[in-house]
């Protein structure tokens, strides 16, 4: 059983910036693709970004393209997430997650069936 553990989140001000780490505790060839997904209060949860370990297959959200990157170590098993000029509307729960697809991460809106999640870190952007 693949465990995700999440580090990095915290109140940062607008404009300011953040890196999210997500360490698996192995590495797994039914896992293809790991991830970062949000949920704010009262909103559907949303894919933020994704990077296959297989290929070189990569996905931005349009709402955070220019702002955010994704990255990974394959040494460490860690997918690392680069928020910068954050915005008070990026406040949210941030949620890494694994799948044997790199699809599922494009699945949503709303509910994604992905193979392990992580607990979750909370991210508010306030000032």
């Known amino acids: 059983q693949v465990q995700l553990v999440e580090s990095g989140g915290g109140l940062v001000q607008p404009g300011d910036s953040l890196r999210l780490s997500c360490a698996a505790s192995?590495?797994?060839?039914?896992?293809?693709?790991m991830g970062w997904l949000r949920q704010a209060p009262g909103k559907e949860r949303e894919s933020v970004a994704a990077?296959?370990?297989?290929?070189?297959?990569?996905y931005i959200s349009d709402s955070v393209k220019g702002r955010f990157t994704i990255s990974r170590d394959n040494a460490k098993n860690t997918v690392y997430l680069q928020m910068n000029s954050l915005k008070p509307e990026d406040t949210a729960v941030y949620y890494c997650?694994?799948?044997?697809?790199?699809?599922?991460?494009?699945?949503?809106?709303?509910?994604?069936?992905?193979?392990?999640w992580g607990k979750g870190t909370l991210v508010t952007v306030s000032s």
């Open positions: 192995e590495r797994t060839f039914s896992v293809d693709a």
């Open positions: 997650a694994a799948d044997d697809s790199f699809g599922t991460f494009l699945s949503g809106p709303g509910d994604y069936d992905m193979d392990y």
């Open positions: 990077i296959s370990w297989s290929s070189n297959s990569g």
